[in-house]
Every structure is written in C-alpha cells, then in structure tokens.
C-alpha cells in the first residue's frame, strides 16, 4: 500500500503566520492527493482534491500544490479557526491511504 | 443541505457483530459512491470501506477485509457496515462520507460519526 508521511508532527505559529506543511508518498500518487482539516472533536473536513482544487466554500488562504510524490499544504496567513489538526489522503490506488496527520498549534 | 448521520455505535465483546447505520439526505444518493473512514482514540485517520452509487463496487481495507461488509439501500438513502468477528483494534469512531464522484473520489461531507468500542 501506497504510505503517507507527513511533516512536521507538530507546527507551532502565531496567527498571521504562514503554515507550510508538507505530505510525501512512498511511490507516485500523480495529483491524486487530498488535505482535510479536523479541529477538535469534529469530523474532518475536505479542503483541496486533487493537489490543487479548493473544495467549496474553503477560503483562498488555503492551497494546495505539488504532484508525485512530494506535496505541500500552504496556509498564507493563520486564523484561529486554523488551529487542527491536518490530513494528506490518496486515491491512486487501493487501499486509499491517509497520512499521519500534522497538528498546528498556536505558539 | 447534504447531511449524514450515523448510527448503531455501542460496547461489543471482541468476536460479536454490530451493524452501523448512516442516514443521508440532501442529495441524489444513488448518484455517489459513499465511504466509511474510522479514527482511534486519540489516532489518526484510517479508511475503511467505500462503495459504488449502485452497489456493484465494494473497495475494503485489509485489515477488516473478510470481516466487514458495506452495503446500501438506494430507495431508503442508507448507508451500512455491517461489521464482524470484532476485535479490540476495531474500537474508533466510525465516519460515512460522501464522495465527490467515483468510489475513489475525495469526501466532501462527512458525518459526525458514532463511537464503537470493543472491549470485554
């Protein structure tokens, strides 16, 4: 099965700042590469599909970028909703896989 | 408004059975593949189980393969899991999602999920 590492574990940040955060795939998953945010006894939430595609009503200050094996989510600049924590997931091949998770925290 | 809503979490003993539920409304269920994700107490997110908008594709992880199975009933909008020779390392709350499109696809909505703990 295709594995997710993600990093780092933990972000610490200041609301303002800028999250980069980083998901990489034990073989090629193309673009077919998602984030999802879960906040705190929530479900989680789909942010980007595809690499790159907000999904509806997610704010601009999020985005998605990369392909292959090496990805990156980018928060330009943090909002206190924004502290949760972050999954990769993807759908190249089965079983779909989800990564670790990365948890920002404010600092 | 999409919404889903699961049901039928609760204590096991390891080895019993349980069937999870998940309601859904607010869409054209049939036209979309749907998706059970879970998540360990304090753990991250595993994917579990999806399934075609018209039951012909069944997709399982291996570690409940041979053990769980998902179904639905398009006339009734309901989504299932019916689950299986249970053991401790199933004990996570169990989400259904809605695909965006293919069994495949990303999930754009999510339940709240319901908790299943097994545990003598």
């Known amino acids: 099965e295709i594995v997710l590492t993600q990093s780092p574990a933990t972000l610490s940040l200041s609301p303002g700042e800028r999250a980069t955060l980083s998901c990489r795939a034990s073989q090629s998953v193309a673009s077919y590469l998602a984030w999802y945010q879960q906040r705190p006894g929530q479900a989680p939430r789909l942010l980007i599909y595809d690499a790159s595609n907000r999904a509806t009503g997610v704010p601009a200050r999020f985005s998605g970028s990369g392909s292959g094996t090496d990805f990156t989510l980018t928060i330009s600049s943090l909002d206190s909703e924004d502290f949760a924590v972050y999954y990769c997931?993807?759908?190249?091949?089965?079983?779909?896989?989800f990564g670790g998770g990365t948890k920002v925290e404010i600092k | 408004e999409v919404q889903l809503l699961e049901s039928g979490g609760g204590l096991v003993q390891p080895g019993g059975s349980l069937r999870l539920s998940c309601a859904t409304s607010g869409f054209s269920f049939s036209s979309y593949s749907m998706t059970w994700v879970r998540q360990a107490p304090g753990k991250g997110l595993e994917w579990v189980s999806a399934?075609?908008?018209?039951?012909?594709?069944?997709y399982y992880a291996d570690s409940v393969k041979g053990r769980f199975t998902i179904s639905r009933d398009n006339s009734k909008n309901m989504l299932y899991l019916e689950m299986n020779s249970l053991r401790a390392e199933d004990t996570a709350v169990y989400y259904c999602a809605k695909n965006m499109r293919s069994s495949s696809s990303s999930c754009d909505y999510w339940g709240q999920g319901t908790l299943v703990t097994v545990s003598s």
């Open positions: 997931q993807q759908r190249s091949d089965w079983p779909l896989t």
């Open positions: 399934l075609s908008g018209t039951g012909s594709g069944t």
